[in-house]
């Protein structure tokens, strides 16, 4: 007998060039290095320059992806690009990265879950890649968040940043006795119910603007840790695995104290767990293929590694994904 499964064959990430510390950032609103760092973990964070898209970050962290995977553009056949700030309300910014990337063959489209949409959409492609909808994906998670900050207001400013993360998936079908590789499951999860905690206030049916972020960050992070640990323990149990068995904790990095919280409740040592939010700040659905991408490069994720990835964000939304590394 037989399996099909989506393999990982390469990662890439892309961090627009421009910079801003938190010191720089203390001279234009009421906060310090000190309170951020203390509060959040993060140091900095990358702003995308006036014109560049988050098609332009997705499709540069596509081609690393690509390079990496060995595999040239015209091998793929599905892109979904998870992001919350589009280049335009339509068309996705899916079909702008194939048309930058010089594609014409296959399909692409847009996830939206904000901070979870790399998780969802590695979950999406993992179905379309295992009934045979397509062969070889480009899963991009991409944001210019710092388009849609409210810059007078230190209560969500300080928080995020820019970037774009992807990873390449190609649907293999392998004897049942090879079969514990690539995505081995995934848990998504969402509930409306606290979508006033975290949102934008604007949007083209309702004010035909794009709005600014609003978020009540004590209550986000007092469902964050829970809600983290239902979708891991969810993606455990459905593949036999324990925490102790993970070679590798890539979470949403939105602040290292939640980050920390999971990992402890989880059982997770800190060594084993991928963090670059000081470096990165909130990336939305960028950070989890960002800090994939770095810790393949830096030689921690290996081959054989079992690795789950994790993110919570607006809506609320929140999902985890169980992957044997190939
Ligand atoms: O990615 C999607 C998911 N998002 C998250 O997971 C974010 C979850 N939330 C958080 O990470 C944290 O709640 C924050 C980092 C947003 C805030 O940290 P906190 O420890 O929950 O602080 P707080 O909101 O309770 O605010 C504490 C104090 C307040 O002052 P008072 O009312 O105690 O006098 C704030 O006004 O800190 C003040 N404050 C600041 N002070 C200096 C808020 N923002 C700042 C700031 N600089 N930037």
Redesign the pocket.
């Known amino acids: 007998m037989t399996k099909m499964r989506s393999l990982v064959r390469g990662v890439g990430k892309y961090l627009p060039e421009k910079i801003i510390t938190n010191d720089e ?1 203390a001279r234009t ?4 290095d000190e ?2 760092v203390q ?2 973990g993060i140091e900095q964070r990358h702003v995308a320059a006036d014109g560049e898209l988050t098609s332009d970050l997705a499709t540069k962290a596509a081609q690393e992806a690509l390079k990496n995977a060995g595999l040239v553009a015209g091998d793929i056949d599905l892109i979904i690009v998870a992001t919350t700030t589009p280049d335009m309300t339509f068309p996705s910014t899916a079909v702008f990265v194939q048309q930058k990337l010089g594609i014409h063959h296959g399909m692409a489209f847009d996830i939206q879950a ?2 979870s949409g790399f998780v969802f959409a590695v979950a999406t492609a993992d179905s379309y890649l295992k009934n045979r909808l397509a062969k070889r994906a480009l899963v991009i998670g991409a944001e210019t968040f710092t388009r849609i900050l409210d810059w007078e207001d ?7 940043g820019d970037g774009a993360g992807a990873m390449v998936l190609e649907g293999v079908e392998l004897p049942d006795d090879q079969a514990d590789q690539g995505i081995l499951g995934s848990r998504l999860r969402s509930d409306g119910e606290h979508w006033d905690k ?1 949102f934008v206030d604007g949007g083209v049916s309702s004010t035909k603007t794009a709005g600014v972020v609003h ?7 007092k469902h ?1 840790v829970g809600m983290i640990s239902d979708v891991i323990h969810g993606a455990l149990d459905d593949t036999g695995y324990e925490a102790d068995d993970l070679d590798w904790f890539v979470p ?1 990095q ?2 290292r ?2 980050i920390e919280g999971a990992g402890k409740k989880l059982g997770i040592p800190p060594e084993k767990v991928i963090v670059t939010v000081d470096k990165h700040a ?1 990336t ?1 659905a960028a ?1 989890v293929p960002m800090a994939l991408a770095v810790g393949v490069a830096d030689g921690r994720i290996k081959p054989g590694d079992l690795v789950m990835l994790e ?4 809506g609320f939304t929140w999902g985890a994904s169980l992957i044997r590394w190939t």
């Open positions: 950032l609103v009421d906060t310090t309170w951020i509060r959040t904000v901070c230190r209560t969500t400013c300080v928080l995020f975290l978020m009540q960050g004590r209550e986000v992070f964050a949403h939105a602040n104290r939640i909130n939305s950070s993110a919570m964000g607006g």
